[in-house]
């Protein structure tokens, strides 16, 4: 079986969504994890998560914590809840800081055509890497990113309650974000670093995927049935992140584990082609995503998600 080499950039720790992808990355059988790299404020406790999980799926994988801040803007995704599931409360003693980017650099140069980037959390730490080696995008086999929002038609398949989540994630210090992210035109990891998601608009490779908050927003499980799905598996991290979002939220809706799947199953979803636009104006609305349809254009974003095929293929695989 040919497999693919995956880099995964995640702001693990803030959502259980990033956790339930790596699970899904590290057990499939075609997947060979070529490393790890973590966002956001309090990356090395990220970073000691994502190094966790590893160890209980038994995976040995590269992890490096990388940008804490955003590349203009304050960080508005301060810290890492669940690191106090941690054994040492976070430490990232483990985890030295600033190798991340060369780090990235060097697999993407060594494995040149062979190399899958998937971001799911802000993209700092992509943008940061695309400025410092202008080559790269055209050196990686696919870009795969988690994020944006693009038809506004899909408000309705939320309400008012699902809408209003932001605001009880204590990950988001600032208000604001919560705020922004209330109506449901924005979405985090845009948001988070609207400058770094407009260098990826300009940089991106050919044919880089989006797949978007329209279609995550409709791969849902409410908690009875994650609970059966799950209960004769032995993630006891994973478990206890799910718990603490479910107290939450009271559902897992599967973001970031869809942009994982399209890797290896992209019949997940159908997309649509076109030309990425990052609102910068300096408003409330930066961070907004449009795409410019156009059948030659640099990014294949999701217009539309098979709920079905998504939990088959996962639950196939973990």
């Not at 955003?70 to 003693?93: N, Y």
Request: glycine letters at 8%; one cysteine or more; aromatic letters at 8%.
């Amino acid at each position: 079986m040919r497999q693919e080499k995956i880099l995964l950039d995640t702001d693990m720790g803030t959502d259980v969504d990033d956790a339930l992808a790596l699970i899904y990355l590290l057990k499939h059988p075609a997947c060979r994890m070529m490393g790890i790299t973590t966002v956001a404020g309090e990356a090395g406790v990220r970073a000691e998560l994502a190094q966790t999980l590893c160890g209980e799926c038994n995976v040995q994988v590269p992890v490096y914590p990388g940008c804490e801040q955003c590349m203009i803007i304050p960080q508005r995704e301060v810290s890492a809840p669940h690191g106090r599931l941690l054994p040492h409360s976070g430490s990232s003693r483990r985890y030295p800081a600033g190798q991340a980017l060369s780090f990235m650099q060097q697999v993407i140069r060594e494995n040149e055509g062979e190399i899958t980037l998937i971001g799911i959390g802000p993209f700092t730490n992509i943008a940061m890497l695309f400025r410092m080696d202008p080559e790269l995008p055209g050196m990686l086999k696919k870009l795969v990113l988690m994020g944006g929002r693009f038809f506004p038609d899909c408000q309705s398949i939320q309400t008012p309650q699902e809408r209003h989540t932001p605001d009880r994630n204590p990950a988001f210090a600032d208000v604001s974000i919560a705020s922004m992210l209330r109506g449901g035109m924005l979405e985090a990891n845009m948001a988070t670093d609207p400058h770094a998601a407009a260098v990826i608009a300009g940089a991106a490779p050919s044919r880089t995927r989006i797949i978007s908050l329209d279609v995550t927003r409709q791969v849902v499980m409410k908690e009875e049935s994650f609970r059966q799905k799950f209960a004769a598996k032995e993630y006891t991290l994973l478990m206890k992140m799910a718990q603490m979002w479910l107290q939450v939220d009271g559902q897992i809706t599967f973001h970031d584990p869809l942009a994982a799947v399209s890797v290896f199953c992209p019949q997940v979803c159908t997309y649509l082609n076109g030309n990425l636009e990052i609102e910068l104006s300096g408003g409330k609305m930066d961070g907004c995503t449009y795409l410019e349809e156009n059948p030659g254009g640099r990014f294949e974003v999701s217009s539309q998600v098979y709920p079905e095929t998504f939990f088959r293929e996962y639950f196939s695989v973990i």
